[in-house]
């Protein structure tokens, strides 16, 4: 079931994704050569309590599987989402996504970006831009009566037209009383089908691009996901509101 939130828990949903624009902007300034994934994990988790709320992804687990152990996900280069942080330290030309979660007033925030180290191939910047654009094109479809696959079909037709591929085993979702709601949303489908877009939704809308092949693995830490063929990942997310008119983008600092 989709939910259809009130403005009171707008209000609260709006408060949470602040935070989560806030801690992204900390982090990506913080992105440096010989930094470690796990020290990017805790200025996040140091930063999300120092505002009275809670990392969103610490313990949190899919039905009986193993609890995320952090408060980032930290995917650098092949990694897709849901890298675990620890004692990597990143090197000149890597690509590292971070996604973050944040619960205040029992509410969520989601949003995720994609930041190249030191110096970065041509490709791999390419990859970036075109997921954050990917990223925009989809929010433009989110209006009002417009069809959920609409966001899908454009992120598709942009992100193959630039020669890279989406991934088609993850998807975006709706967010807000809960971390993942319904609907999801693939990167990918038909334009004009799936539920109508309708005003009080929140929607958490996430292109991941693979440089090559679509297909991902899982690593044995029952987390982290990959492509299988080993090329560069990025990902790029925001948490908005379906309004009357534009959407909103509520994970911007």
């Known amino acids: 079931m989709i939910l259809i939130k009130t403005k009171k828990e707008i209000d609260y949903i709006r408060e949470s994704c602040k935070i989560v624009a806030e801690t992204l902007q900390l982090i990506k300034s913080k992105i440096k050569i010989g930094v470690t994934t796990k020290e990017l994990d805790q200025i996040a988790e140091d930063y999300i309590r120092s505002n009275n709320a809670f990392p969103a992804f610490k313990g949190y687990s899919q039905g009986n599987g193993v609890k995320f152990p952090a408060s980032l996900c930290t995917s650098v280069n092949n ?10 330290e990143l090197k000149d030309g890597d690509l590292i996504s971070i996604d973050v979660g ?51 079909s454009a992120i598709q037709k942009y992100v193959e037209s630039n020669g890279f591929s989406v991934v088609r085993d993850l998807c975006g979702h709706g967010v807000g009383k809960y971390l993942h709601e319904d609907p999801s949303i693939p990167n990918y489908g038909r334009k004009g089908t799936g539920p109508t877009l309708k005003r009080g939704m929140t929607l958490a809308i996430e292109p991941m691009v693979n440089a090559g092949d679509w297909k991902v693995t899982v690593a044995s830490d029952g987390w982290t996901v990959r492509t299988a063929d080993g090329s560069d990942s990025a ?17 911007i600092s």
């Open 235 to 251: 990902h790029f997310e925001h948490t908005i509101l379906i309004t009357d008119k534009e959407p909103e983008i509520l994970t």
């Open 79 to 88: 990694e897709v989402v849901h890298g675990i942080p620890g004692n990597y």
């Open 102 to 152: 944040v619960l205040k007033n029992n509410y969520y925030g989601d949003a995720a970006i994609t930041v190249g180290v030191g110096n970065i191939s041509e490709l791999k910047q390419k990859l970036i831009e075109v997921t954050e654009r990917s990223l925009y094109i989809g929010i433009e479809k989110a209006i009002g009566s417009n069809r959920l696959h609409d966001i899908s």
